[in-house]
């Protein structure tokens, strides 16, 4: 496969943006092969994908090195090729048995090896993965690549919120937060100046608050100054799924599908033929898997924040350029 016929993309933002279900969505166009979050979850255990992995990190990926990397990508593995499946793939794909061997190959070598050669489809369809907390990687997308892309951001009260309970699950990784202040000062040594006190202090609510911001601010104006680049609020997707799928989907130059139109009416609950869509849908843990109704569930959070939270929150994003950006695409 050489460059010109590898159809790469990828789907990138912040954790708790919503970026499992807009892969969902991408995932249910029928000429799509799909992967979650495939470089984190592959390098822990798997020295090539830590080796692109850091190479993306340090800007050392070209147009030439995508072919690869599709490669690389194409072949299925439970990690990054999970439920929900969608049963209409314009490509062979064997469906058997695969939501029933999925768990085993979760935890067992050989089966996940099964699995690939099972489940790999062949080459040549467009590929699209989804990743989070991706920047330095990102900017070597976009700078040096001609992958397009498309950077999926949330407000950050309904974020720092969501990643701050998974902290305390001990759901969601705390190593950048550790590393605050030695990732600002060699990153954003502006940031790291105005908020010292942040920095100095062990309130997590507003050093999450911090890290969100300086992923929008190191990221947004990346993608907004690239034409291969598009923006895109969790809140325009949550309010009209289907236009802003569509404009995802023209994008990245894919085609918007019946199977697409069924999905989003079922979280949407819309009936169809007098049947009701279901209210959720989704697998495993609902923290992290579980697609509910959007509209439903984007002012969710407002609910559950305390005055104190947001106000921590809103003052460290507020005089922001790249935050003010998402806010008035996202109607914050």
Not at 154 to 160: E, Q
Not at 205 to 233: D, F, N
Not at 311 to 320: G, L, M, R
Request: charged share 25%.
């Amino acid at each position: 496969m050489n460059t010109r016929d590898c159809r790469l993309m990828a789907l990138i933002g912040p954790g708790r943006s919503g970026t499992t279900w807009a892969g969902a969505l991408l995932d249910s166009c029928p000429e799509v092969i799909y992967r979650f979050e495939p470089f984190h979850r592959m390098a822990r255990t798997d020295a090539t994908f830590r080796d692109w992995f850091d190479r993306l990190k340090q800007g050392n990926v070209t147009d030439s090195d995508l072919p690869r990397i599709y490669e690389l990508l194409r072949t299925a593995h439970p990690l990054t090729n999970k439920p929900p499946y969608f049963p209409d793939k314009r490509y062979r794909q064997v469906s058997a048995f695969r939501e029933r061997l999925w768990p085993a190959a979760r935890a067992l070598g050989l089966a996940a090896k099964a699995y690939g050669w099972i489940y790999s489809p062949p080459p040549g369809p467009p590929l699209v993965f989804k990743e989070v907390t991706f920047v330095k990687p990102l900017r070597t997308l976009v700078e040096q690549t001609s992958m397009p892309i498309v950077y999926l951001v949330r407000h950050p009260c309904a974020t720092v919120l969501s990643d701050v309970t998974g902290q305390r699950q001990g759901k969601m990784p705390q190593d950048r937060q550790r590393r605050l202040g030695e990732l600002l000062r060699q990153e954003a040594p502006e940031l790291a100046d105005q908020f010292a006190d942040v920095i100095a202090s062990s309130d997590i609510v507003k050093r999450t608050a911090l890290l969100w911001r300086y992923e929008i601010e190191s990221c947004v104006p990346l993608v907004t100054q690239s034409p291969k680049g598009m923006l895109l609020t969790y809140e325009q997707l949550a309010n009209d799924a289907h236009e802003h799928t569509r404009a995802m989907f023209r994008h990245l130059g894919l085609e918007y599908s019946n199977q697409t139109q069924a999905f989003i009416d079922s979280l949407y609950e819309i009936q169809i033929d007098g049947i009701r869509g279901r209210a959720r849908t989704g697998w495993g843990d609902k923290y992290f898997s579980v697609f509910r109704n959007p509209r439903e569930e984007k002012d969710t959070w407002k609910a559950r924040i305390s005055a104190e939270d947001r106000t921590k929150i809103e003052a460290i994003v507020q005089d922001s350029n790249a935050v003010a950006l998402c806010a008035k695409l996202g109607g914050w």
